[in-house]
């Protein structure tokens, strides 16, 4: 479940960013002013922040610098207003990954905070190493444990899963398994997705029957929350 840092001080807007994330199915932490928001960026350690400009206490331009000067690369992506442009301008040049103007659809704001994501744990991927629950993934050593003990999985069990983590949180098909996984040219059935699936469940799962990493989406494919 990708965490997410909200650091904007407009209560109503705030509200509305919490609800919709959480209707996506992301944990979602708030912060009213700067110093909080940076407090609880290095304290939390969230998957992406959104990260308004203006303020009390301390700017967001300066949270952002704060944050980047101290190493952290979480993804932000900075709520402006309209007729900042140098602003956006600055946010860019001094770290952030992103910029919406206020007012800004919802949807549209969603679409991007699910593109840093699915950037961000590509970075992951790469780097050679990624963990959710009890579980500790070795992409460049093709190695896997659970509670710190070695995790038998096959090459395509592993595939499967470097693609569900760049695609953390968005519903998957079996139609683009199947390309980005095996390959048309394979011919494998629907059926052999879900197959595999169930194999992966049984390994990573504290209950396979009600899964909380690779869970079903209805009619349509899964969707990976780790």
């Not at 300066?62 to 402006?80: A, E, K, S």
């Not at 699910?114 to 460049?140: C, D, M, P, W």
Request: negative net charge; charged residues 30%; hydrophobic residues 40%.
């Amino acid at each position: 479940m990708p965490r997410i840092l909200i650091i904007e001080d407009e209560a109503d807007l705030a509200l509305g960013l919490r609800n919709n994330l959480e209707i996506e199915g992301c944990e979602v932490i708030t912060a009213r002013d700067g110093e909080e928001g940076a407090r609880l960026a290095f304290q939390e350690r969230p998957d992406l922040i959104l990260l308004d400009i203006m303020l009390p206490r301390l700017s967001g331009l300066d949270v952002c610098r704060q944050l980047r000067g101290n190493g952290m690369n979480t993804p932000i992506i900075m709520l402006t207003a309209r007729g900042q442009e140098i602003d956006k301008v600055i946010g860019l040049e001094i770290g952030a990954d992103d910029y919406v103007t206020k007012p800004f659809s919802i949807r549209e704001l969603l679409a991007r905070v699910h593109v840093q994501l699915r950037r961000q744990s590509k970075r992951e991927t790469e780097s050679g190493t990624y963990r959710f629950g009890e579980i500790e993934l070795n992409f460049a050593r093709h190695q896997a444990f659970r509670k710190g003990k070695p995790l038998d999985l096959s090459a395509r069990e592993f595939e499967i899963l470097k693609y569900f983590i760049e695609h953390r949180g968005e519903p998957i098909t079996r139609d683009q398994l199947l390309d980005e996984v095996w390959g048309y040219d394979n011919f494998p059935l629907t059926r052999t997705v879900d197959n595999h699936i169930a194999r992966l469940r049984q390994k990573i799962e504290d209950n396979p029957a009600e899964p909380q990493y690779v869970i079903t989406v209805h009619r349509m494919g899964y969707k990976f929350i780790g």
